[in-house]
């Protein structure tokens, strides 16, 4: 199986851009198709954005299109987010995610995950 710790979380101003890590350790990190999800305060768990094994397809939820990107780097068993025009809304606990199933947007295919980092955006 495989263990994800993410990194790169903090305080931010609106508009502000930041890039949040996951490290893979402990499995094949190229066979899984990997997620970013986050969950603000009295909400559930929202898929943010998703990535196939090679790289070679990015889904992304309606609210990050065109402001997050997601990466990865197989070589380096990472995984990334790019997030720019951060808004207070994107104010959540952001979480990296595995899957054998993939491309899929449900935490519940997800049978790895993190520990979570914070991300708070200040207007």
């Known amino acids: 199986q495989v263990q994800l710790v993410e990194s790169g979380g903090g305080l931010v101003q609106a508009g502000d851009s930041m890039r949040l890590s996951c490290a893979a350790s402990?499995?094949?990190?190229?066979?899984?198709?990997m997620g970013w999800f986050r969950q603000g305060p009295g909400k559930g768990r929202e898929f943010v954005a998703g990535i196939t094994w090679n790289g070679g397809s990015t889904f992304d939820a309606d609210s990050v299109k065109g402001r997050f990107t997601i990466s990865r780097d197989n070589a380096n068993n990472m995984v990334y987010l790019q997030m720019n025009s951060l808004k207070p809304e994107d104010t959540a606990v952001y979480y990296c995610?595995?899957?054998?199933?993939?491309?899929?947007?449900?935490?519940?295919?997800?049978?790895?995950w993190g520990q979570g980092t914070q991300v708070t955006v200040s207007s």
């Open positions: 995610a595995a899957s054998v199933v993939g491309p899929v947007r449900l935490p519940e295919n997800y049978a790895y």
């Open positions: 402990g499995g094949t990190f190229s066979q899984y198709f």
